[in-house]
């Protein structure tokens, strides 16, 4: 009996569980009241997804839109990222004034769901002003300036967050320093993944009821929620000079000054990336991509540079592999046109998959908080990029008919596969950062910490634009055309292999450490050791 399959996945399922319990329970005794406001800025921007399916329908039946442009879209969207140095150094000078980032923020979230509400409700009057596309391309382009500016502010409360010192004024070790850091950077994970399990499944099933323009009425609520994260901090301050109930704030051990490297250099590059954008010069996006690229390695070496050799050559490996895994180009728009096409999936749906994904993320990464935080960073690229190729099999099993063949034999299409899927890939979607993260969190001078959170994030952020590049080059090579989908399925080829084999390539060649610590690991990577390390069973024992 215990020898059987069936008996192992009950002991492997009893294991998780437990995990899960302790994580939950190991969470609630590391919560503290400092943790809120950086949480609500986060939870924030998780429930700004409350209109990302009816903006899919929106662009594929009213705009004129291809995939490639949709892709170089996202490309110039994801660049505002790359200028969290530059903002993040001005939010360390101006401090005590962080909340007028914030402020900002919201207004530039505000006027791109404004622009919404008039593309959805007041079409005709719009397109007297500007063409409709045109009105789309500001509405994209202002939404994440906001969240860049509102979370820099964000990253650097979350540093502040964890104190140093307890309530009797000594030190917390640094062990205990960075099961806090873990503690507070996965409750932003789960903050941002919470905030769109909130609004998922209710998006998509509201938008079968209300009129795309009462959603985005709706939706112009939200940056709310992150202005009053910043006054709720400010109250806190307030109470805790007061009272004295909380542990005592870390001061800066010296006032932040301008500098003119991180302001010079972030100035030259909005000019440079404006004068190539509007004057249409040929490979514009990759000169900006390179040029911000170069930007980001010239201020990471000056950050860099009072740190041992040895220590400094890990730092730039890890980043290397992270920017890799992250870089991997998608499939594009045309993806999910074909679900909605030929697979039939409707905003209902698509909400429901929304929301499993985002519940399922979080109690992954409640069970896997303490392995994740044990597990070198190579080594979570590694297990996401295997564990991530198998999940992509069975949707590009479906564009071979593969749904067809289990609804003729076995009673189940399209609609259960993708929710199965969908189950078996979130809970651990989210983990490759948060070790990531806390480790910048941890290693962030107190009143530095914006810049370093900025040059460290933006660094792996920018491979979001690359990827955006790829899928750009991908989708101009596999061309996909709304109802016209014959080339999909060697796209979805292709972006599978590349996920899987760069970033494997990428920690081969830029592991840190001996040829001896490469072995150990490719052993710990053994698919089955794997999965018994996670759960922690012990069949060996019995």
Excluded at 124 to 150: H, N, R
Excluded at 366 to 390: C, E, H, I, K, N
Aim: glycine share 10%.
């Amino acid at each position: 009996m215990k020898n059987t399959p069936i008996f192992r996945v009950m002991v492997a399922a009893g294991a998780l569980a437990m995990r899960f319990r302790g994580g939950i329970r190991g969470i609630a005794r590391d919560l503290r009241w400092s943790y809120l406001p950086p949480l609500m800025v986060y939870f924030a921007a998780g429930v700004s997804g409350f209109t990302g399916i009816i903006e899919a329908f929106f662009v594929k039946d009213k705009l004129g839109l291809t995939p490639a442009l949709l892709a170089s879209l996202g490309f110039w969207a994801g660049l505002p990222w790359a200028m969290k140095m530059p903002l993040g150094h001005l939010v360390d000078v101006f401090w005590r004034w962080k909340a007028l980032f914030v402020y900002l923020g919201a207004v530039l979230m505000g006027a791109s769901l404004a622009i919404m509400v008039g593309l959805t409700g007041h079409a005709e009057w719009m397109a007297t002003l500007l063409p409709l596309d045109a009105w789309y391309v500001i509405s994209v382009l202002l939404a994440p300036i906001g969240f860049v500016l509102q979370d820099v502010v964000a990253d650097a409360m979350t540093v502040e967050a964890v104190p140093a010192l307890r309530e009797n004024g000594t030190p917390y070790s640094e062990a205990e320093q960075q099961q806090m850091h873990v503690t507070m950077q996965t409750l932003g994970r789960m903050a941002i993944v919470g905030g769109g399990a909130v609004v998922a499944g209710a998006g998509g099933w509201l938008a079968k009821t209300l009129s795309y323009e009462t959603m985005y009425w709706i939706s112009l609520a939200i940056p709310m929620v992150s202005v009053l994260g910043v006054l709720l901090a400010a109250g806190m301050r307030r109470w805790r000079r007061r009272s004295a109930a909380l542990p005592a704030e870390i001061s800066p051990p010296e006032a932040v000054t301008l500098n003119a490297n991180i302001l010079g250099a972030g100035v030259a590059f909005v000019a440079l990336s404006l004068l190539l954008g509007l004057g249409r010069v040929p490979m514009n996006e990759e000169i900006i991509f390179f040029g911000s690229l170069g930007l980001i390695v010239f201020l990471m070496r000056q950050l860099l540079a009072d740190l041992d050799p040895g220590r400094r050559r890990e730092i730039i490996a890890i980043a290397v592999i992270i920017f890799v895994f992250r870089a991997m180009p998608g499939a594009g728009a045309g993806a999910s046109w074909w679900q909605m096409d030929r697979l039939g999936f409707d905003e209902a749906f698509l909400g429901t998959l929304r929301q499993v994904a985002s519940i399922l993320a979080i109690a992954g990464m409640l069970a896997l908080r303490g392995w994740m935080g044990r597990r070198p960073v190579p080594y979570l690229v590694v297990f996401l990029s295997l564990y991530g190729t198998v999940m992509a099999l069975p949707f590009l099993g479906m564009f071979y008919g593969l749904h067809e063949w289990t609804e003729a034999h076995l009673g189940f299409g399209a609609h259960t596969i993708a929710l199965v899927d969908t189950m078996a890939d979130s809970p651990i979607g989210q983990v490759a950062m948060i070790p990531m993260l806390a480790w910048i969190a941890k290693e962030a001078p107190r009143n530095r910490k914006a810049t370093y959170f900025a040059v460290m994030a933006a660094f792996t952020n920018l491979a979001l634009s690359a990827s955006q590049l790829g899928t750009q080059y991908l989708n101009k090579l596999f061309v996909i055309e709304r109802g016209h989908y014959d080339e999909l399925g060697m796209l979805m080829i292709v972006t599978t292999i590349l996920g899987l084999v760069l970033p494997v390539a990428a920690v081969l060649f830029f592991q840190p450490g001996s040829t001896g610590m490469r072995h150990r690991m490719a052993d710990r990577l053994n698919p089955i050791k794997a999965f018994s390390k996670i759960t922690g069973s012990q069949h060996s024992s019995r």
